[in-house]
């Protein structure tokens, strides 16, 4: 069964620096691989989406790799903003099989990002 | 509206009551879901439909009933709920059901069980 892991769990960094957080997973046979924002309360946004093939997606301030065999991948954030706080989810789909459409997520990383 | 939504935003009831959420689509997909995300747990995935037809049913008590009247709507049917059921409540869709396809999500229906 596959299990998501996110490392760590919150994070307190002041404004300006770059920042990185992790997602791992035990099972490599995927799919896909997304990066989601969830503000308090609210629902997910979806934030960067890397297939199994690539390494690496760019979406403005924010960079995530994909190292498929040792099952981890980052998401880079650089040069962060109080606007950024918010909890970040990381999600896998399997490749193949029953049920591939199930996607298997994280607890989060809560981020706060101090002025 | 664009994207999905998610009605009522919060929902409080005792747990005889019972009560519907709704989910809607503007997006012109044909795969819905319900999800539930409770206190420092992962989302849970807890139904799916494609076409109005459902494909899954994790293991999700019988007190939660989910309605698929047409591809844009989606509701989730509430009674006899415990406390521990208090929850986010989160529906999503995608164009089919199928990995290749990118989940969207609404914003979700925070419901508290007294």
């Known amino acids: 069964k596959q299990e998501v892991t996110q490392i760590p769990a919150a994070l307190s960094v002041p404004e300006g620096e770059n920042l990185v957080l992790n997602c791992s997973f035990t099972?490599?046979?995927?799919?896909?691989l997304q990066w989601f924002r969830q503000d308090p309360g609210k629902g997910l946004t979806s934030l960067l989406l890397?297939?199994?093939?690539?390494r690496e997606q760019t979406s403005g301030r924010l960079n995530a790799s994909l190292d498929k065999s040792s099952g981890r991948s980052t998401l880079y954030i650089a040069a962060s903003q109080p606007g950024d706080s918010a909890t970040y989810l990381c999600?896998?789909?399997?490749?193949?099989?029953?049920?591939?459409?199930?996607?298997?997520f994280g607890k989060g990383t809560k981020l706060s990002v101090i002025p | 509206e664009t994207g999905v939504t998610q009605t009522p935003r919060h929902l409080v009831m005792g747990m005889t009551n019972k009560k519907s959420l709704k989910c809607e689509q503007h997006l012109g997909h044909n795969a819905m879901y319900w999800y539930k995300q409770s206190a420092k747990k992962p989302l849970e995935l807890m139904f799916v439909?494609?076409?109005?037809?459902?494909?899954e049913n994790n293991s999700v008590p019988s007190r939660f009933s989910p309605e698929c009247p047409n591809s844009s709507h989606l509701f989730l049917h509430l009674h006899t709920l415990q406390p521990e059921d208090s929850a986010l409540y989160l529906c999503?869709?995608?164009?089919?059901?199928?990995?290749?396809?990118?989940?969207?999500f609404g914003p979700g229906t925070r419901l508290t069980v007294l």
């Open positions: 999600a896998v789909s399997p490749y193949s099989g029953a049920g591939s459409y199930q996607l298997t």
């Open positions: 999503a869709s995608a164009l089919r059901v199928s990995h290749h396809n990118e989940q969207f």
């Open positions: 890397i297939q199994s093939s690539q």
């Open positions: 099972d490599s046979a995927i799919y896909n």
């Open positions: 439909y494609s076409l109005e037809e459902r494909v």
